[in-house]
């Protein structure tokens, strides 16, 4: 007894902060780094992801539910991870062109301009688990499984492509499984996914303006006024680039959708483990709205062109605010992981995951308006990641971890986009476990994690599709990104 109320003593302002955790998720999901935010438990993370066969706490429930079956009576894992990613842009020749105009592309930036486009990021994650019988036991998780946050100056090179994208989710995963052998268990659960995306991008109307002056100019040649035509047409050559006729496009769109995941945990000797987990994709259709902004120096028949209806792919582009819509499908994914206890002191691990990412081929807007859709090519491949680490008990109340990660990015030199500028990874983590009492534990993690150095040279011209809603914006540069990353997790157990 005198043991129990030590421990509620030592645990309630901990699991005050568990309680608070779904309230911190709001506000947090948008700082989430990356589109798939690969770290869900500071126990996983000392092991850069190694340690999915395991299955030591509640946090079991994302890397393998089956291993639910391990835990007694109920668990409950809280999880806070800082993220502190510093992905540096450097302008190497971003332009703009206008096809069919004769006009020469035009610079948008300056060569070696450089930047930050990420900030620090907190993402909390929550799971609980209860044994109900021998061999049933029942599981719910919250976690963050997407997000990204860019932020680009307004006035950078690649303006046209992309100014600024936030991506937000969480996932509400309850599971079950059932020990259907001493050695075997399985589980399935049901992934009920939130998503919320915003974009906005810089829209060059001084194209418009250009095209129009341009289309004058022919009609004062056709007439018999070739002075006029003259000034027209230098008139065109110096519209054309201006950014003091940058307007401006904001789309946001919010979806709820379902998926599941199925699960099993082999142990075909005491001490040794294999497990194999599933993930299914999820479709989404971000629904919300568009909102174009004109700029005040456009002259008032070159506003009446740009926001006329309906587009008939010449005089006008429809560019008013309407309903718009997102479909994203996030990708089905396949881990196989194993554990293997050498000593009573020394474990070793290793997880290998595939990821169905070729799925995603481009990103369409649809504006429910006359307006056409707006298109970034992606072509991703699909991709995988391999993880191996270990573990050393080096006192009764302190675990040991370390692991090292290497992830295949699925982003193609060709198509890499300001909105998705991943490249290949390394992660090296560190970790611990220390048992503050017979009935909780807290984990702690650290990471450093190197991106490959990533050329991007992204044009704007929705792969030829006609009619085409593009800039012809080049965002061409170089990204160089690298991440810190701290975790921490309270384990809880009754």
Same mark, same amino acid.
């Given at each position: 007894?005198?043991?129990?109320?030590?421990?509620?003593?030592?645990?309630?302002?901990? *699991?005050?902060?568990?309680?608070?955790?779904?309230?911190?998720?709001?506000?947090?999901?948008?700082?989430?780094?990356? /589109?798939?935010?690969?770290?869900?438990?500071?126990?996983?993370?000392?092991?850069? +992801?190694?340690?999915?066969?395991?299955?030591?706490?509640?946090?079991?429930?994302?890397?393998?539910?089956?291993?639910?079956?391990?835990?007694?009576?109920?668990?409950?894992?809280?999880?806070?991870?800082?993220?502190?990613?510093?992905?540096? /842009?450097?302008?190497?020749?971003?332009? &703009?062109?206008?096809?069919?105009?004769?006009?020469?592309?035009?610079?948008?930036?300056?060569?070696?301009?450089?930047?930050?486009?990420?900030?620090?990021?907190?993402?909390?994650?929550?799971?609980?688990?209860?044994?109900?019988?021998?061999?049933?036991?029942?599981?719910?998780?919250?976690?963050?499984?997407?997000?990204?946050?860019?932020?680009?100056?307004?006035?950078?090179?690649?303006?046209? +492509?992309?100014?600024?994208?936030?991506?937000?989710?969480? #996932?509400?995963?309850?599971?079950?499984?059932?020990?259907?052998?001493?050695?075997?268990?399985?589980?399935?659960?049901?992934?009920?996914?939130?998503?919320?995306?915003?974009?906005?991008?810089?829209?060059? /109307?001084?194209?418009?303006?250009?095209?129009?002056?341009?289309?004058?100019?022919?009609?004062?040649?056709?007439?018999?006024?070739?002075?006029?035509?003259?000034?027209?047409?230098?008139?065109?050559?110096?519209?054309?680039?201006?950014?003091?006729?940058?307007?401006?496009?904001?789309?946001?769109?919010?979806?709820?959708?379902?998926?599941? +995941?199925?699960?099993?945990?082999?142990?075909?000797?005491?001490?040794?483990?294999?497990? *194999?987990?599933?993930r299914s994709a999820v479709k989404q259709k971000l629904k919300g709205h568009g909102d174009w902004t004109q700029p005040a120096?456009?002259?008032?028949?070159?506003?009446?062109?740009?926001?006329?209806?309906?587009?008939?792919?010449?005089?006008?582009?429809?560019?008013?605010?309407?309903?718009?819509?997102?479909?994203?499908?996030?990708?089905?994914?396949?881990?196989?992981?194993?554990?293997?206890?050498?000593?009573?002191? &020394?474990?070793?691990?290793?997880?290998?995951?595939?990821?169905?990412?070729?799925? *995603?081929?481009?990103?369409? &807007?649809?504006?429910?308006?006359?307006?056409?859709? #707006?298109?970034?090519?992606?072509?991703?491949?699909?991709?995988?990641?391999?993880?191996?680490?270990?573990?050393?008990?080096?006192?009764?109340?302190?675990?040991?971890?370390?692991?090292?990660?290497?992830?295949?990015?699925?982003?193609?030199?060709?198509?890499?986009?300001?909105?998705?500028?991943?490249?290949?990874?390394?992660?090296?983590?560190?970790?611990?476990?220390?048992?503050?009492?017979?009935?909780?534990?807290?984990?702690?993690?650290?990471?450093?994690?190197?991106?490959?150095?990533?050329?991007?040279?992204?044009?704007?011209?929705?792969?030829?599709?006609?009619?085409?809603n593009c800039s012809f914006g080049t965002a061409r540069g170089n990204f160089n990104t690298k991440a810190t990353l701290f975790?921490?997790?309270?384990?809880?157990? /009754?």
């Amino acid at each position: 007894m005198r043991r129990n109320s030590r421990t509620r003593r030592v645990l309630r302002p901990l *699991l005050t902060g568990i309680a608070l955790l779904p309230v911190a998720l709001a506000a947090t999901t948008a700082h989430a780094a990356g /589109y798939r935010f690969g770290t869900k438990s500071a126990a996983a993370e000392g092991t850069a +992801n190694a340690n999915g066969a395991e299955a030591a706490d509640a946090s079991t429930l994302y890397a393998n539910p089956a291993g639910m079956t391990r835990l007694s009576g109920w668990n409950f894992s809280g999880v806070l991870d800082y993220l502190d990613a510093k992905a540096r /842009y450097t302008d190497q020749g971003a332009t &703009i062109s206008l096809p069919g105009s004769g006009l020469q592309p035009r610079p948008t930036g300056t060569v070696g301009d450089s930047f930050t486009v990420t900030k620090p990021a907190a993402v909390p994650h929550l799971y609980a688990t209860y044994r109900a019988s021998e061999q049933l036991s029942y599981g719910m998780a919250l976690f963050v499984p997407w997000g990204t946050k860019l932020e680009y100056r307004d006035d950078w090179g690649g303006r046209y +492509n992309l100014q600024r994208v936030e991506l937000k989710s969480f #996932s509400l995963n309850p599971n079950v499984a059932w020990q259907t052998t001493p050695e075997l268990s399985v589980a399935a659960g049901v992934n009920f996914q939130y998503m919320e995306g915003k974009l906005r991008r810089a829209v060059p /109307y001084a194209s418009a303006y250009t095209k129009g002056l341009l289309g004058a100019a022919q009609q004062a040649a056709a007439g018999g006024a070739p002075a006029l035509a003259l000034q027209l047409q230098q008139q065109a050559a110096a519209v054309f680039g201006d950014k003091s006729y940058d307007g401006s496009i904001a789309v946001n769109g919010k979806d709820w959708s379902l998926g599941f +995941n199925l699960a099993l945990l082999w142990e075909p000797a005491a001490g040794t483990r294999l497990g *194999l987990s599933y993930r299914s994709a999820v479709k989404q259709k971000l629904k919300g709205h568009g909102d174009w902004t004109q700029p005040a120096t456009l002259p008032a028949t070159v506003l009446a062109a740009v926001t006329g209806s309906p587009y008939n792919g010449t005089t006008a582009l429809d560019h008013n605010d309407s309903d718009a819509s997102v479909s994203v499908t996030t990708p089905d994914s396949v881990s196989l992981h194993g554990f293997h206890q050498v000593t009573p002191t &020394i474990a070793v691990m290793a997880d290998y995951t595939w990821t169905h990412d070729s799925k *995603l081929k481009q990103l369409r &807007i649809d504006f429910t308006s006359t307006t056409p859709d #707006s298109i970034t090519p992606e072509h991703w491949k699909d991709s995988s990641q391999v993880s191996v680490g270990a573990q050393w008990k080096a006192l009764p109340a302190l675990l040991l971890r370390a692991g090292y990660s290497r992830d295949l990015s699925p982003v193609p030199s060709a198509t890499r986009s300001p909105a998705l500028p991943d490249a290949h990874r390394s992660w090296a983590a560190l970790g611990a476990n220390w048992a503050v009492t017979d009935s909780a534990s807290v984990d702690m993690s650290f990471g450093k994690v190197r991106l490959k150095d990533a050329a991007m040279n992204a044009t704007d011209d929705g792969e030829g599709e006609t009619p085409c809603n593009c800039s012809f914006g080049t965002a061409r540069g170089n990204f160089n990104t690298k991440a810190t990353l701290f975790g921490v997790q309270l384990n809880v157990k /009754y």
